[in-house]
């Protein structure tokens, strides 16, 4: 009998080419080793599972391959060093996680180890997971070290933190701030490990999927293990995933929508933030509510709707809100939502940062569409029109009718 290998091991990347989502790191990299100016020190940050430490295991394992050439830096996966990374039997490559080995001893002992030259191959190699993890003085004892460090030994830095770094160190590394993937291109890769798979997948499950892996091409794949099993080996609909996920009911997704669109950045927040409790990631909100406002769109173009963009049990509260938002207000808030989707890819925090789009959201949606106002100040008063006066033209009726419809606005 076969043993199990979840999707995200079976499938983690092995060369530079399989790395999927950061050609520029990549670029870098190779071009770097290339032309032998990739330094001694190298940290990579970035959230989780965006593939730090398997660059770093990569890069190690091109540093040490015994086919290495510099025109073409790729790990050749075939020599007795890579098989060494393929059994986990390295003994020139030391993993240490820093969250549990924080201490000044535990440098101290990477220090001295440094000294010894490899048992084999060119370099000793040194990751350190979750490096800002160290203690103050531990990182004192490395910076020597990293000025200085000996030809034949290589430290590949990771973090989630780089701000818990000190300057002293960063100053010393080269740095690469690793993205989230792309959700289209996760989407695609998904949909190509089902084809290896054996998998039938719709297009819409797969990207929902990439949605709650929020980047994460690791995640991505350990949710897709779930919703292969939770299929039963059928194909996977966008249903299943709905409902691995708890997300098979959209009532809470409209009730925000409607406080958006109401203005009410208040309840707006305090919506979202009981969403976000249930796990839901905020990358997975703007996804529910831009499919949310697809939908609007379509009924209020007649347009039929794709398959499953909201849950059938949903589309009552939605008909309800239809009525009350506009076409220009629903495109209005279709491109912030999607301005909203790169602008969380930047930003370490996104669940405070979606609150921020939010409150832009709803406040821009609070405000009286600019059609509305020009419409209701070219609209004829219903009452006769007094007589115009000799001295009065016709933009002060205008303005005068605008003051009627806008009484708040003539405040100001
Ligand atoms: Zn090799």
Request: glycine share 4%; hydrophobic share 40%.
């Amino acid at each position: 009998m076969s043993v199990y290998i979840p999707l995200a091991s079976k499938y983690r990347p092995q060369k530079f080419a399989d790395v999927i989502g950061q050609d520029i790191a990549i670029r870098i990299i190779t071009h770097g080793m290339q032309r032998n100016r990739l330094g001694a020190a190298l940290l990579f940050s970035g959230t989780h599972g965006v593939g730090k430490t398997t660059i770093a295991r990569i890069l190690a394992k091109a540093f040490r391959c015994e086919e290495y050439d510099r025109s073409d830096p790729e790990p050749c996966c075939r020599c007795a060093s890579c098989s060494g990374f393929a059994n986990d039997n390295q003994t020139d490559v030391v993993e240490t996680d820093a969250a549990s080995n924080t201490s000044v001893d535990d440098v101290r002992e990477i220090i001295e180890s440094c000294q010894y030259r490899p048992i084999s191959g060119r370099y000793r190699i040194f990751i350190i997971d979750e490096v800002h993890m160290l203690s103050k003085s531990a990182f004192n004892a490395l910076l020597k070290t990293l000025e200085e460090p000996p030809s034949h030994v290589k430290f590949l830095l990771a973090t989630t933190e780089t701000h818990k770094i000190p300057e002293t160190i960063l100053s010393r590394v080269l740095r690469f701030d690793l993205k989230k993937v792309d959700l289209g291109l996760v989407t695609q890769y998904l949909s190509s490990i089902c084809n290896r798979e054996h998998v039938s997948a719709s297009a819409e499950a797969l990207s929902l999927i990439a949605g709650a892996g929020d980047g994460s091409i690791r995640d991505s794949l350990s949710i897709l293990d779930q919703a292969i099993n939770m299929s039963g080996g059928s194909e996977l609909t966008v249903q299943n995933v709905r409902d691995m996920l708890g997300v098979s009911d959209d009532t809470d997704i409209i009730d925000l929508m409607r406080l958006i669109f109401n203005g009410n950045l208040k309840d707006s927040i305090a919506q979202y933030r009981s969403i976000i409790k249930s796990n839901i990631s905020p990358h997975m909100v703007v996804r529910r509510l831009i499919d949310c406002v697809y939908v609007l769109t379509c009924f209020k173009t007649n347009v039929e709707p794709q398959e499953n963009a909201i849950s059938e049990n949903a589309l009552p509260k939605l008909h309800e809100l239809c009525s009350a938002v506009s076409l220009p207000a629903l495109s209005g808030v279709w491109q912030m939502l999607l301005k909203s989707v790169d602008e969380l890819k930047l930003c370490d925090n996104p669940e405070v940062v979606l609150e921020m789009i939010l409150v832009r959201i709803s406040y821009a949606s609070g405000l009286p569409d600019l059609h509305e106002i020009i419409g209701a100040a070219l609209k004829p008063a219903e009452k006769p029109a007094a007589p115009v006066s000799d001295n009065a033209t016709s933009s002060d009726s205008l303005f005068e009718d605008a003051r009627k419809m806008f009484p708040s606005a003539t405040a100001c």
